[in-house]
T-cell receptor, first 113, second 117 residues
Framework: AQSVAQPEDQVNVAEGNPLTVKCTYSVSGNPYLFWYVQYPNRGLQFLLKYITGDNLVKGSYGFEAEFNKSQTSFHLKKPSALVSDSALYFCAVRDRGYSTLTFGKGTMLLVSP | DAGVIQSPRHEVTEMGQEVTLRCKPISGHDYLFWYRQTMMRGLELLIYFNNNVPIDDSGMPEDRFSAKMPNASFSTLKIQPSEPRDSAVYFC???????????????FGSGTRLTVV
């Protein structure tokens, strides 16, 4: 089975400060890991993915994520938050033996001016 | 490519009426997914297709819901009869086969916001 957990319903950060949105996963094999972002009244948009190789993955809008196999985590980070980063963020995982992604419940990121 | 196209963007209907939501996946994508999003339950997978064949419909809430994919470029999700608790945003997504390696990932449509009054 494959599962993903986003332990925080909401993350609050001030503009200009670094942000972290947490994600942990569980798979029986090696994972593919993804982050998606959803802005109000929009569909989910792809941010970045980890397939293999370098544990630090860089994606759109200055976001990055670090794959940590020992801690089974894939936290999303950004060095300096913008108000426009405020959105709902979803982590997703796929075990290489599965056909589909499993999504977390989402974390609302609120960046205050 | 225009991406995954869903119609209508908004639908308001009366309880008991039939509702049909439509989706055009990205050309060449083998998989198509229907999701429902609500504040209470978050993002729920309803059903998915592979090469136009339904693979897993265990997420379909009840018999009032049905989905079809008559060809590779079109899918529908139908609710008959509709009820107020069906009010939600319904998303369609498509993807390449996972066997095609690193490019695997979902592309979502903009969703249909359904309100049943």
């Amino acid at each position: 089975a494959q599962s993903v957990a986003q332990p925080e319903d909401q993350v609050n950060v001030a503009e200009g400060n670094p942000l972290t949105v947490k994600c942990t996963y569980s798979v029986s094999g090696n994972p593919y890991l993804f982050w998606y972002v959803q802005y109000p009244n929009r569909g989910l948009q792809f941010l970045l993915k980890y397939i293999t190789g370098d544990n630090l993955v860089k994606g759109s809008y200055g976001f990055e994520a670090e794959f940590n196999k020992s801690q089974t985590s894939f936290h999303l980070k950004k060095p300096s938050a913008l108000v426009s980063d405020s959105a709902l963020y979803f982590c997703a995982v796929r075990d290489r033996g599965y056909s589909t992604l499993t999504f977390g419940k989402g974390t609302m990121l609120l960046v205050s001016p | 490519d225009a991406g995954v196209i869903q119609s209508p963007r908004h639908e308001v209907t009366e309880m008991g009426q039939e509702v049909t939501l439509r989706c055009k996946p990205i050309s060449g994508h083998d998989y198509l997914f229907w999701y429902r999003q609500t504040m209470m339950r978050g993002l729920e997978l309803l059903i998915y297709f592979n090469n136009n064949v339904p693979i897993d419909d265990s997420g379909m809430p009840e018999d009032r819901f049905s989905a079809k994919m008559p060809n590779a470029s079109f899918s529908t999700l139908k609710i008959q009869p509709s009820e107020p608790r069906d009010s939600a945003v319904y998303f369609c997504a498509s993807s390449l086969s996972p066997r095609q390696g690193p490019n695997y990932g979902y592309t979502f449509g903009s969703g249909t916001r359904l309100t049943v009054v």
